[in-house]
């Protein structure tokens, strides 16, 4: 499949580590964010997401932590695992009830090596 | 429940062609947005249609148009082709008027244009 990870920042870790990937948003009135993983070839997949009145929420395996001071999100993975490669985005969205949209940021590329 | 399929897969087409993507939403969701994503970077919005018409709108010239049907579904049509077209096109569903939601992307189309 096509390559989405051109020129992108890179994570390398071993099986087994915890990852951290980190995000900084542009828009301090946006309410909610979503954290996308993308694999080679096809579209980004849903990972967790958190409203902006929480500053962390977990899921299986992940956690992800919401900075409003400093506009930040970071995705914490738990024992990360070769299955985790892929491209991870953060992304916002913008707009109100009757139009939003996401805007997302630059994408980090995770490789696990076994 | 059926998620979201795009067609066709991969497409190349020549400067200054026209072409028509497509997009089948995911059950039960009544909105769709579409997002051109270049390689090595995130989803740029193009535009989002919601009750058959266009709800918004990102930094594309008019080139860029669009459709939604009765039964939710979607093209992306883009005339006079360049070049820096080239990108994976990626649709997303959601379902719009209920507060916070979640959207549910497809793998894409990957246009080349030559």
Known sequence: GESVGLHLPTLSVQEGDNSIINCAYSNSASDYFIWYKQESGKGPQFIIDIRSNMDKRQGQRVTVLLNKTVKHLSLQIAATQPGDSAVYFCAEKIGGSGYSTLTFGKGTMLLVSP | ?114
């Open chain 2, 1 to 114: 429940e059926t998620g979201v399929t795009q067609s066709p897969t991969h497409l190349i087409k020549t400067r200054g062609q026209q072409v028509t993507l497509r997009c089948s939403s995911q059950s039960g969701h009544n909105t769709v947005s579409w997002y051109q994503q270049a390689l090595g970077q995130g989803p740029q919005f193009i535009f989002q249609y919601y009750r058959e018409e266009e709800n918004g709108r990102g930094n594309f010239p008019p080139r860029f148009s669009g459709l939604q049907f009765p039964n939710y579904s979607s093209e992306l049509n883009v005339n006079a082709l360049e070049l820096d077209d080239s990108a994976l096109y990626l649709c997303a569903s959601s379902l719009l008027g209920r507060g916070d939601y979640g959207y549910t992307f497809g793998s894409g189309t990957r246009l080349t244009v030559v």
